[in-house]
């Protein structure tokens, strides 16, 4: 047992009344725990937190990825998924082989995630036909489709806002729009890495506008590459703040960095410490987003199960077919099974409790 007197004398005392109390962290508290080496420390006051808001039960969701192409025209730095179209690897899923791949799934899907690169010519028309047919389908499925910069990319090769792309996409059944793009908002460091991406402020944004019409969304941070501790903290309290705003923020996700088949090279690759460090500072300064999730398809099954005692509160799930982080050299495995899941949940001492989309419980 951690004592009040032993976070006094780590330099973490005011830290510890603060999440007692509930009250916001400042910035410099960020700063402050990510100069505290003390990892134990860090889990114990990112769980007092977690164990405040999800008590003992740990989330999972019988869900499907379809990645329905990876010809993208924005070539951002880090990504080892994104081809040229005609280039050797490149692929583009027709709506019957989005058909096919959920029919293919072992369990019928709960929330079907879809994403994929910025194609220069799929015109938003072949999603919308593509998500009626899987709606009839599987109606009891969650759509959570296309980050922000896809949506940002359909308004600007339509030529409508992303407003109304955004209405298009709610009118075919879409409820959710999944967390990716974000990595990292400082303008700087993002120049670095994704020269060409939809920038921070818009990002934020589209988010907003999807709140503004009933969307779930969810927020993610890609880190480990050449961002500095204050871009972290400063992309955590631009999303707190944009929560503050539209609320419609459901879950962040923490993406480390998968370096060996990217073409940005690092000196100093993340360490599962620097990992977990992250994750449960995220949980400390995100005090007004629910749920923080465990990806072990980008953290490993062993890291994801050591995230959940650093204040991560969700596994994701099934997952069943995943090629972002494979392709850039992810080694866990492609899919997880209902019972893995519930037995690598309960191994850690949690109780897993299988969720929807929108992370309701199902009995
Ligand atoms: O936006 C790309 C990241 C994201 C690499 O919302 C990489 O529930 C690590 O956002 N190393 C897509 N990360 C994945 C994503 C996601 C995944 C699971 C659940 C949810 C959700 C969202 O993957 C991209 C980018 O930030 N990414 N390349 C890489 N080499
Ligand atoms: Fe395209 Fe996304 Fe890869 Fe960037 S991260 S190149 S937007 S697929």
Redesign the pocket.
Known sequence: MITKEYFEKIGLGSILDKVLAGERLSIADGRTLYDCTDLTALGALASIVRRKLHGNKTFYVLNR?INYTNICING?K????ARERGEDGSFQLSQNDILEKLRSAPVAPREI?V?GGCHPDIPLSFFEKSFIAVKKEYPQATL?CF?A?EIAHFAEIEGISSKEVLEKLRAVGVE????????IFAPETRNKICPKKLDGDNWLRIHEEAHSLGYT??????F?HVESVADRLDHLDQLRKQQDVSGGFN?F?P????????A?KIDNPLTGIDELKTIAISRLMLDNIPHI?A?W??LTVKQAQAALHYGADDF?GT?VE?K??H????SSEQALGRKELEEMILGCGFVPVERDAAFNEIS
């Open positions: 990825h951002c880090f990504c080892a998924y995630h994403v959570k980050t910069v959710m729009l999944p967390g990716g793009g974000a990595e969304t969810n927020c993610t941070m890609l480990g879950c996700i993406l480390p960095f998968l370096t060996e088949n990217s940005l999730k990806y398809v980008m994701d997952v995943e972002i982080g392709m850039a050299g992810a």
